[in-house]
């Protein structure tokens, strides 16, 4: 069957969704969904890279925090974020207080803002074409790939910060750039 849990409703699905109900959730609404707006994909950008070294539930859990702290993650709204709103941030216990990312998250924002075609534009440009079939299990499932080196290269060139490969085949995942839900998962997503 692969690596699914099979849930008290009887859906089986990607096996990492049955550890917690927040999981369950996310796997279950979110992840893997599309996502094509600048802001949209500025959010899971920032949250990825606040992710980086912690689990992802933390950030999950966090997410509403992160929302208000960053002005629900309007580009041009975190683009004009100074130094006082540093310090707010660095003194939000509600968000991860780290002052490499809150600063990375700013320079982002700017960097997002200065795209001529946006960063959605830029950021699906990347996508697998044609899209990858979805994975027998989760061992066939990538850290990174080449769609992903390419991305974080080009996100560096333009400024980005916290944008590794791993973090931009995250990124990939979350906004169903690629679909690694398991083959045997219940959630059937149309192809990118």
């Known amino acids: 069957m692969g690596d699914v849990v099979v849930g008290t409703d009887g859906l089986a699905r990607c096996a990492w969704a049955g550890s917690t109900p927040d999981y369950l959730e996310y796997h279950d609404s979110e992840w893997g969904r599309p996502i094509r707006d600048d ?3 500025y959010e899971r950008l920032t949250l990825e890279a606040f992710q980086s070294g912690l689990a992802w539930i933390t950030i999950l859990r966090k997410r509403t925090a992160f929302r208000a702290a960053f ?4 580009i041009e709204k975190v683009a004009a974020f100074g130094e006082s709103d540093v310090d707010r941030l660095l003194a939000d216990a509600g968000i991860v207080r780290n002052r490499a990312k809150i600063e990375a998250a700013i320079a982002n924002a700017r ?3 200065e795209l001529p075609g946006g960063i959605a534009a830029l950021l699906w440009s ?3 074409d044609p899209p990858r079939p979805r994975p027998a299990d989760f061992s066939a499932v990538p850290a990174t790939t080449a769609e992903s ?3 974080a290269k080009e996100l ?3 400024g980005f ?6 973090t931009a085949y995250a990124l990939m995942q979350a906004t169903g750039m690629v679909n690694d839900h398991v083959a045997s ?3 059937q997503l149309e192809q990118p």
């Open 39 to 41: 802001n949209g994909l």
């Open 149 to 151: 080196k390419a991305m």
């Open 126 to 128: 990347f996508a697998p």
């Open 185 to 187: 998962c219940f959630v």
């Open 71 to 74: 002005a629900g993650f309007e």
């Open 156 to 158: 560096k060139r333009h």
């Open 111 to 113: 960097a997002a803002a």
């Open 161 to 166: 910060r916290f944008v590794g490969p791993t």
